[in-house]
């Protein structure tokens, strides 16, 4: 499995398909998928019938689908550019994400 770089909360840019350029936090990471559910990201759209029984209401409700995360990459909150992570191991064993463009660190 190739090291997941994109972690929970990130802003990530989408660089491919429908929603290329687009920016959103992740809200997951499947790394068994290889993929992310990324807010407002590769929304499909889901019809639910009404069931009153257990107030759902009837309707089409927007999801997120998951997005491959070889589609996207994580924007530095430093520079707020989409950058390459690199990877630093710290004094005390920790990983830290290093941003390419500006060196700011990422928590791993
Ligand atoms: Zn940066």
Redesign the pocket.
Known sequence: MPKVKIRKNDQVVVLAGRDRDARGKVLRVQPADGTAIVERINLVKKHTRPNPQKQVQGGVLEREAPIKLSKLMVV??????P?RMGRRRLEDGKGVRV?K????TLSS
């Open positions: 530095c909150p430093e520079c707020g550019k950058a941003c463009k500006c060196s700011a």
